[in-house]
């Protein structure tokens, strides 16, 4: 059984319809006994960093996902889901962030140089490190799969998380793993079969 | 670098597709759902919904739909007709829309932008704009074209967008249902004031009206049409295969 967090934020109507698509055990919830049985846990987010960030401790839940990490069961932040996940953001001031992934949220702006728009939106192709074997979320993925992106926010200063990036003015970290904590940058419930068979991939985890 | 977007539009009316009487291949040419899903498997980058039901009983079926064709379609969704309170961009939204595209409603509440941006954010806001030259002036129209508010289009656009809007759909009237090719001009025009993407509507009538559109306008993000992709005279695969032949970025 997969939890997506609802904490008030975003629309999981898609989310739950793409988990349901590929027969995947999905529960919307934002109840810590749910949350805490779950076999993992599915952290969405549109919007902004603070508002997000603070709805998720009013209602507890960022030290029930923190702990559940920490045990090891797989999360998978998506958005500003993923966002989250890292130790601070610089959108709008400085906010905390739940810290299980090194690095912190800047934005695009600062990297992308200048007549490229903002937010960066639409499909980019994802690339792998070349360092780096490809990520078993990737699994059924092939270098170059286009994925969709809207964000003017971007995940930096995590090297040793990242594991795609999309080329938007600069490599852009698309998604990051440390351990059993992974992020997407990107939308896979709006990227066709390609976006499924990433939610297939962590579902199999 | 992100891609070039191919948009197909569906205009459904009581629950149909209107113009998709015609389409190749399918037996129900004009389910909405059957239409969505064969672009969504045939390289559509995003869907546009428009809801051109006048009565109360239509909209609700409108709404019925659009939850039908999100839990099965996992692209991009924008919907627009009918949006003229934040309460629509709710009843929208809370079926699986990504995106809610204003027109008349901006234009009789110009509020609407603003108060929608803020709470669902920029993105979620695409401002829909009939534009028509008249007497060498670009005037957005409202009611579907029929009527001349007056309003300079650029001034409206660009207002739109300090407001919030956080995409712009032209919808040149002097060049729609032509088929010689989309408005160069006044879609240059619309990417010189503002930096948020344009996806250009009206007049597209073969593959090259694509090519030309993208070569010529380098900001417009994505091209839209309706009835050529309807009645199969061009179709989504052979076009964006067309457009990366000529260096131009598509998702394949």
Redesign the interface.
């Given at each position: 059984m997969i939890a997506v967090v609802d904490y008030g934020v975003g629309?999981l109507?898609?989310l739950k319809?793409?988990l349901?698509?590929i027969g995947a055990e999905a529960v919307v919830s934002g109840d810590e006994k749910v949350i805490r049985n779950a076999d993992k846990i599915l952290l969405p987010g549109?919007?902004?960093f603070e508002d997000a960030a603070r709805k998720l401790r009013e209602c507890g839940l960022d030290k029930v996902i923190c702990d559940e990490a920490k045990k090891g069961k797989p999360v998978l932040g998506i958005c500003l889901g993923m966002q989250m996940l890292f130790e601070k953001s610089f959108e709008y001031g400085e906010h905390k962030g739940l810290g299980l992934i090194k690095g912190e949220v800047r934005p695009i702006a600062e990297v992308i140089g200048e007549g490229l728009?903002?937010?960066?939106?639409?499909?980019?192709a994802l690339s792998f490190p070349k360092n780096k074997e490809k990520n078993e979320i990737f699994k059924y993925l092939n270098e170059g799969d286009?994925v969709?992106?809207?964000h003017s926010y971007y995940g930096a200063n995590c090297e040793d998380s990242v594991i795609a990036t999309s080329?938007?003015g600069a490599n852009l970290t698309a998604a990051v793993a440390s351990g059993n904590v992974y992020g997407c940058q990107f939308h896979p419930?709006?990227?066709?079969e390609v976006?499924?068979k990433i939610l297939k991939a962590f579902c199999e985890l | 670098?992100?891609?070039k977007?191919i948009i197909p539009c569906l205009d459904v009316k009581d629950g149909r597709v209107v113009k998709g009487t015609n389409f190749m291949g399918l037996v129900d040419v004009s389910s909405p759902v059957k239409l969505a899903e064969y672009y969504?498997k045939n390289g559509a980058?995003e869907l546009v919904f428009y809801d051109i039901t006048a009565s109360s009983e239509g909209r609700k079926l409108f709404t019925e739909i659009l939850?039908e064709v999100?839990?099965?379609i996992?692209?991009?969704l924008t919907v627009g007709g009918g949006i003229n309170t934040v309460e629509d961009f709710d009843r929208v939204?809370?079926?699986?829309a990504?995106k809610v595209s204003v027109n008349s409603g901006a234009i009789r509440n110009p509020g609407l932008v603003e108060e929608a941006a803020k709470r669902y954010?920029?993105?979620c806001v695409v401002l829909s704009v009939d534009v028509k030259r008249v007497d060498g002036v670009f005037r957005v129209f409202a009611k579907g074209g029929r009527e001349n508010t007056g309003m300079e289009a650029l001034e409206w656009i660009k207002r739109c967008v300090g407001n919030g809007a956080?995409?712009i759909v032209v919808n040149s009237i002097d060049t729609d249902g032509v088929k010689k090719g989309f408005d160069l001009e006044m879609l240059d025009a619309v990417c010189n004031i503002v930096?948020?993407?344009v996806i250009a509507s009206g007049g597209a009538g073969c593959m090259e009206d694509f090519v030309t559109l993208f070569n010529s306008v380098k900001g417009v993000?994505a091209g839209l049409a309706a009835s050529i992709f309807h009645y199969s005279e061009v179709e989504i695969p052979a076009l964006k295969k067309y457009l990366v032949e000529n260096n131009i970025n598509m998702?394949i």
């Open positions: 629309n109507f898609s319809s793409s349901a698509s549109v919007g902004a728009k903002i937010p960066h939106i639409g499909w980019n286009f969709y992106f809207v080329e938007y419930e709006k990227s066709g976006g499924l | 670098m992100v891609t977007r969504s980058d939850c999100a839990s099965k996992f692209i991009p939204l809370k079926c699986g990504d954010g920029d993105q956080g995409e930096d948020v993407p993000d998702r």
